[in-house]
T-cell receptor, first 112, second 114 residues
Framework: DAKTTQPNSMESNEEEPVHLPCNHS???????IHWYRQLPSQGPEYVIH???SNVNNRMASLAIAEDRKSSTLILHRATLRDAAVYYC?????????????FGKGTLLTVNP | KAGVTQTPRYLIKTRGQQVTLSCSPI?????VSWYQQTPGQGLQFLFE???????NKGNFPGRFSGRQFSNSRSEMNVSTLELGDSALYLC?????????????FGPGTRLTVL
């Protein structure tokens, strides 16, 4: 599986934007970029995913570099409830060979 | 729709025993995956079931097994428990036909092996 590299931790202030980076230099042409987050004492939660184009949903935006070797998850206005571990995952294959390979993720701390 | 449910939420066993964990996926989801989460190794994929068949398997010993029933509910079994099996076991379901590959995780079962 292709690897991703994320900072171990980041800190933000409430109501400010947060940009969480992810490097995936060995990404293949068919790999989707997925982001999940895990709040304390909960299972991971889907945030967003994309292939080549930037994506927006109600939770966040995903900016994908033109060469696809990196991406950035953008939380437009961080809240205390966004404090979590954020995982950037490359999801390849499909059908019967689906699995998520989690790295260490980025621990996001949001200060009031 | 109700989310993914896992039972029990907490479990304490001793070395050598076996344990069975249960997972009920979101209604309509036929794919169920299992993950193990530990502080040292993080989240690791165990296996995925779809239509009662194991479709993919992670790098775990044969002591870890699972099955899926016709109603898509899944069970995971760990035999001959070891101290290192203490972990949070997470179940996730997905709708393979919705085109998003989104996995929905349950709250997990916290297993402690003494």
């Amino acid at each position: 599986d292709a690897k991703t590299t994320q900072p171990n931790s980041m800190e933000s202030n409430e109501e400010e934007p947060v940009h969480l980076p992810c490097n995936h230099s060995t990404i293949s042409g068919t790999d989707y970029i997925h982001w999940y987050r895990q709040l304390p004492s909960q299972g991971p939660e889907y945030v967003i995913h994309g292939l080549t184009s930037n994506v927006n949903n109600r939770m966040a935006s995903l900016a994908i570099a033109e060469d696809r070797k990196s991406s950035t998850l953008i939380l437009h206005r961080a809240t205390l409830r966004d404090a979590a571990v954020y995982y950037c995952i490359l999801r390849g294959g499909g059908g019967s060979n689906y699995k998520l390979t989690f790295g260490k993720g980025t621990l996001l701390t949001v200060n009031p | 729709k109700a989310g993914v449910t896992q039972t029990p939420r907490y479990l304490i066993k001793t070395r050598g025993q076996q344990v069975t964990l249960s997972c009920s996926p979101i209604s309509g989801h036929r794919s169920v995956s299992w993950y193990q989460q530990t502080p040292g190794q993080g989240l690791q994929f165990l296996f995925e079931y779809f239509s009662e068949t194991q479709r993919n398997k992670g790098n775990f010993p044969g002591r870890f097994s699972g099955r899926q029933f016709s109603n898509s509910r899944s069970e995971m079994n760990v035999s001959t428990l070891e101290l290192g099996d203490s972990a949070l076991y997470l179940c996730a379901s997905r709708d393979r036909g919705d085109g998003t590959d989104t996995q929905y995780f349950g709250p997990g079962t916290r297993l402690t092996v003494l």
